[in-house]
Antibody, heavy 119, light 110 residues
């Protein structure tokens, strides 16, 4: 069955960097669009970034543009989110989510990984 | 990229029906038939309940239905059950390869 497992979260100081990973299994990773969505503690969901199935296209929410980079490694069936210049407001659970190409919704989600930005 | 507007909370008794609204703009909800709805139980990942405004994924109860009129989408749950108690989020494609979520609605089954 489809599995998405995030890792890499933790506590980091403001201004530092962190890289999240999302290991995919149970489906043909290279055929799907992948997203990151985050949820601040006690708050709602916020879309963060998307990468096309073939890595030719990447797009970001204004709140992370220029600081975060989404990427994928098809040989490892893994999605990444490189987060630089972290701010306290980036504190959230980060979910990876799958999109069937061209459908514009998220049909499977990981369990999330918590990132806490604090000094 | 302003969040879609949802009521903070709704409630209903078992067996009743409730609706949750999701109001956007002509740039997102009103411009695309691409609203999806997600259910989230405490401490769990979101689960897809409705896509393309009114379609149900395989395995989702027929008690869940969706609709849209203008800039407002709605999720209706009929025959409320205790397991439906959760937070519900709407989401719309917003153009330029971006997405926007609503603030979430906490459903309480009385």
């Amino acid at each position: 069955q489809v599995q998405l497992v995030e890792s890499g979260g933790g506590v980091v100081q403001p201004g530092r960097s962190l890289r999240l990973s999302c290991a995919a299994s149970g489906f043909t990773f290279s055929s799907y669009v992948m997203h990151w969505v985050r949820q601040a503690p006690g708050k709602g969901l916020e879309w963060v970034a998307v990468i096309s199935y073939d890595e030719t296209s990447r797009h970001y929410a204004d709140s992370v543009k220029g600081r975060f980079t989404i990427s994928r490694d098809t040989s490892k069936n893994t999605l990444y989110l490189q987060m630089n210049s972290l701010r306290p407001e980036d504190t959230a659970v980060y979910y990876c989510a799958r999109e069937v190409r061209g459908t514009y919704y998220f049909d499977n989600w990981g369990q999330g990984t918590l990132v806490t930005v604090s000094s | 990229q302003s969040a879609l507007t949802q009521p903070a909370s709704v409630s209903g008794s078992p067996g009743q029906s409730i609706s949750i609204s999701c109001t956007g703009t002509s740039s997102d909800v009103g411009n695309y038939n691409l609203v999806s709805w997600y259910q989230q139980h405490p401490g769990k990942a979101p689960k897809l309940m409705i896509y393309e405004g009114s379609k149900r994924p395989s395995g989702v109860s027929t008690r869940f239905s969706g609709s849209k009129s203008g800039n407002t989408a709605s999720l209706t749950i009929s025959g409320l059950q205790g397991e439906d108690e959760a937070v519900y989020y709407c989401c719309s494609y917003a153009g330029s390869t971006t997405w926007v979520f609503g603030g979430g609605t906490k459903l309480t089954v009385l």
